[in-house]
């Protein structure tokens, strides 16, 4: 029902910079939910960030400081802004949906994904 798609990836060098957008589509759909997760080869799927549909924000520890996750409501998009990249940052970055259906069933949507790649 949702489709999300990721951008704003790209190859960095430390403590630079990046700013990822997420854009979901579809139809007969209501947002709760959005968040940013990032998966390193190997390792497992993370919570990067989330916001609620009443703005209210977390991060994991690895991103407070750093990271700043917004939405825009009337543009169905969310964004991370990522300061101060580390390597260890480096990852893809997975957008994430929590919303409601056109049958009012509560569901999670996935984008495919967006390479960040901070270099030492």
């Known amino acids: 029902q949702v489709q999300l798609v990721e951008s704003g990836g790209g190859l960095v060098q430390a403590g630079g910079s990046l700013r990822l957008s997420c854009v979901a589509s579809g139809s007969g759909f209501s947002i709760n939910r959005m968040g940013w997760y990032r998966q390193a080869p190997g390792k497992q799927r993370d919570l990067v960030a989330i916001?609620?549909?009443?703005?209210?924000?977390n991060y994991a520890d690895s991103a407070k400081g750093r990271f700043t996750i917004s939405r825009d409501n009337a543009k169905n998009t969310v964004y991370l802004q990522m300061n101060s990249l580390k390597p260890e940052d480096t990852a893809v970055y997975y957008c994430?949906?929590?919303?409601?259906?056109?049958?009012?069933?509560?569901?999670?949507?996935w984008g495919q994904g967006t390479l960040v790649t901070v270099s030492s």
């Open positions: 916001i609620t549909s009443g703005g209210y924000t």
């Open positions: 994430k949906a929590n919303y409601f259906d056109s049958t009012f069933r509560l569901l999670d949507a």
